[in-house]
C-alpha cells in the first residue's frame, strides 16, 4: 500500500510563480516552482497562475497526499470588521464583509467568495475575499489529483497563524513582489490593514511608502498601535530600512518556500 497519503503538500499561489512544497512521511522536504505567464488578453489576473498550479500539481501531487494551499495576497481582498455588540453571529458578519468590501470594490466585489475568521469576543475580525472561480478552480484541480485538500487560505492570513506567538502589539509588513500589506496589531488583536499594489520594488523608494503608511495608519481611528515596532516578512524583496528609531525584525516568509533557500 502506499504511504503517500502521509505526505503533506503546501502550494503557494502567486502571479509569477507557483511554488509546490512536499514533506514526505520520511526524509527531506523538496520543493518545485513553476512560472507563470502573463495574462492574455481578456484573461483575469488569475489564470494564468491557476493554469500553471492544476500542471504543477498533475506532475508533482501524490495522490491522497494532503494538501495545503496559500494565496498570495495580490488576489485577495480584505475587510477589517470592527467590534458590535449588535452584529454577532457569521450571518451578520459575513452581511457587513460584503459591504465593506462592496463599498471598496463596487461591482467587483460580488465575484468574491468571502471567508470570515473567528476573534475572541469583543474583538475585531477580519474578512478575506478571493474570486469565487480561481477557488473553484483550485478545488477541482485537488479532486482530479484526488489530494485531501486540508486548508484554503491567504497569506496574511497563514503568516499571522505562523508569527502569532510574537505578534502582540506592533506593524507586521507583508513584503511581495509589487505587492504589500501591512496590518497594525494592539494586544494580538487586528486594528488596522492595508493590501495594496506597491508602487515600486526599490528598497529605498518602497521604505518611503511603508513609512508613509506607518505614519497615516498609526493616527488612524480606533486608535493608535503603541510604540514604533515593525516585523517583515519578505518574499523575494529587499528589506526596505526606515528611518526614525523604528525597530525592524526581519523574517523570512514562511510561505511560498523562501524560508529554506
Given at each position: ?33 513553476a512560472d507563470v505567464a502573463l495574462p492574455a488578453s481578456g484573461e483575469a489576473d488569475w489564470q494564468p497562475a ?33 467590534w458590535s455588540e449588535n452584529i454577532s453571529g457569521n450571518k451578520a458578519r459575513l452581511a457587513m464583509a460584503r ?66 506567538r510574537q505578534l502582540v502589539d506592533g506593524w507586521f509588513a507583508c513584503l511581495d513582489a509589487e505587492w504589500l ?81
Open positions: 500500500m502506499s504511504l503517500s497519503w502521509l505526505d503533506r503538500l503546501t502550494l503557494f499561489i502567486h502571479p509569477q510563480r507557483i511554488v509546490l512544497e512536499r514533506q514526505p512521511w520520511r526524509g527531506a522536504a523538496t520543493r518545485q516552482s491557476l493554469a500553471a498550479a492544476e500542471a504543477l500539481l498533475k506532475a508533482e501531487g501524490k495522490r491522497g497526499a494532503a494538501l495545503r494551499i496559500v494565496v498570495a495576497d495580490h488576489f485577495v481582498r480584505y475587510a477589517l470588521l470592527p459591504a465593506l468590501l462592496k463599498n471598496t470594490l463596487g461591482d467587483k466585489a460580488e465575484k468574491l467568495e468571502i471567508a470570515l475568521d473567528h476573534p475572541a469576543f469583543a474583538k475585531n475580525g477580519l474578512a478575506a475575499g478571493i474570486d469565487r472561480q480561481l477557488l473553484a478552480g483550485l478545488r477541482a484541480a485537488a479532486k482530479a489529483r484526488r489530494l485531501r485538500l486540508t486548508t484554503l487560505q491567504p497569506r496574511l492570513i497563514a503568516e499571522l497563524a505562523a508569527r502569532h500589506t501591512l496590518a497594525g496589531l494592539c494586544g494580538g488583536e487586528l486594528v488596522s490593514l492595508r493590501n495594496h499594489r506597491a508602487s515600486t520594488g526599490d528598497p529605498a523608494l518602497l521604505a518611503g511608502e511603508l513609512a508613509g503608511l506607518l505614519a497615516a495608519e498609526s493616527t488612524a481611528p480606533p486608535g493608535a498601535v503603541a510604540g514604533k515596532k515593525l516585523f517583515i516578512a519578505s518574499r523575494q524583496v529587499a528589506v526596505p530600512i526606515l528611518a526614525g528609531g523604528w525597530e525592524t525584525t526581519n523574517w523570512p516568509a514562511a510561505i511560498g518556500g523562501d524560508a529554506h533557500a
